[in-house]
């Protein structure tokens, strides 16, 4: 049996009687309604592989990880947590059978938004997820105040869109209607826990791209957050517009340094480099979109300098003059290009094994000067080790780039 942390504790016996009368779905937790009071709960939880993922028997980062975390059920996807945070992993098998795609990631946040009392705002980049649709839907029923942001193409525009269920009750939507993105993927429940990470809140990203979800039951990511989506909601600022009025940027939760950071007010892209020039011994990546030069140049330095790197790109793009893939290629990096069929949608860097960085920001123009973007560093070798595994199934079904001109 696994003691699971107090501030994910509440929902349990909620989730195991929905498992029972549903016959499927996740067995995990979610984050408590009062995470510094609730007394924990003792649960067994078993980690599972999903069918048809990435399992490889080679890996080539460290990854291990301490017994103070616990891998969380999934049935299609990885989970785990400690402590203040949660982290989850889509794990799509490459089928194009729609019929197949359940057991994910948004069926585990449709379970936590089932269990809230107060209040939901949401910044979706996309969104048309059934399971989560269903579980905004059921919320606004119960009373919650639900707020949502969005891009006004790519978001409210889209033909696939659920969105527009939600005007139809009554939910208020902002949108950035600009040319640029309003691109961030960001939840905040209740006033207590945030998710941040690269994942869009739709089938395509749940089942058929790799993708991340990092859920933190911390007041003060909370007030970052907030601080953020209130800019955009309330007063309507997007962009290059927005400004740099994050209330604690840098600040240590429970002995975890981390690092909230929005695109373009702060300055991400120095952020990212400045952490990268850092590194002592090993930097591994996981990019969709990866085209800006001094990130480029700095992993080559790093390299020649004895520190051990590999990434992987996803490969929609990467052979193009604007791409880092041939310069880093020919430098004599180890990098390739990712083997699933669809999207490696990550936007990942791990530092030292210790580091980790990840959110909706490619590292790109775009997102550096005109989308809407957020970035979190973490400084926690646990939460380290569940992105080294990730990279390394990541890994194991990409492929050396054989396009490319060296000369």
Known sequence: MIQLSRRFAP?????????????????????SANPTSIPPNTVSVTATTPSGSANPTQASSTTTATSAVTPLQVGQGYGAEKGFWQVFFTAPTGSSDASKYVGGIDEVIASYIDGLQHTLDIAAYEFNSPALTAAVLRAKQRGLTIRIVTDDHDGLGDSQTTLHQFEKVGIPIVTDNRSALMHDKIMIMDSTWVITGSWNYTINDTYRNNNNALVLASQTAVQDYQAEFNEMFVDKQFGPKSPANTPRPEFTQDGTPIGIYFSPEDDVLTKINDTLKGAQHQIRFMTFSFTEDPIGQTLIAKAGAGVDVEGIFEKTGSETKFSELTPTFCAGLQVRQDGNPYVLHHKVFIIDGTTVISGSF??????????????????DPDLAAQYLAEFDRRWAEATVPTKLSCS
């Open 11 to 31: 929902f349990v016996f909620v989730l195991i009687v929905v498992i029972i009368v549903t016959g499927c779905g996740p067995v995990t937790t979610t984050p």
């Open 362 to 379: 490619n590292v790109s123009a775009n997102a550096t000067g005109s989308n809407d973007e957020n970035l979190i560093k973490i400084t």
